[in-house]
């Protein structure tokens, strides 16, 4: 019974920050990847970043220089910091985590990012 729960989402203005919180049950060391991803009103849900358990990182091109993938793992928790923000990225941000064959879901996060 996995569970990933995002927080940390809110209203901001362009240029603020925000840093979302993806909690797991267990270690996060035990899932292949775990990322997060988001979707737009009318859009398709699309990789944000993500973390493979041996470290490696991947940012979307609209969000690198501006967003930071990390991961604690005393925590259980991994982190989405995301500077700079535009309205283009109001979206529900969702974390994700793949273990072997299974991919799970947290409940999503509402972030708006007023002009």
């Known amino acids: 019974q996995v569970q990933l729960v995002e927080s940390g989402g809110g209203l901001v203005q362009a240029g603020g920050s925000l840093r979302l919180s993806c909690a797991a049950s267990?270690?996060?060391?035990?899932?292949?990847?775990m990322g997060w991803y988001r979707q737009a009103p009318g859009k398709q849900r699309d990789l944000v970043a993500r973390?493979?358990?041996?470290?490696?990182?991947d940012y979307a091109d609209d969000v690198k220089g501006r967003f930071t993938i990390s991961r604690d793992n005393a925590k259980n928790t991994v982190y989405l910091q995301m500077n700079s923000l535009k309205p283009d990225d109001t979206a529900v941000y969702y974390c994700?985590?793949?273990?072997?064959?299974?991919?799970?879901w947290g409940q999503g996060t509402q972030v708006t990012v007023s002009s």
């Open positions: 994700r985590a793949i273990r072997g064959l299974s991919v799970y």
């Open positions: 267990g270690s996060v060391l035990s899932f292949n990847h």
């Open positions: 973390i493979t358990s041996g470290g490696f990182i």
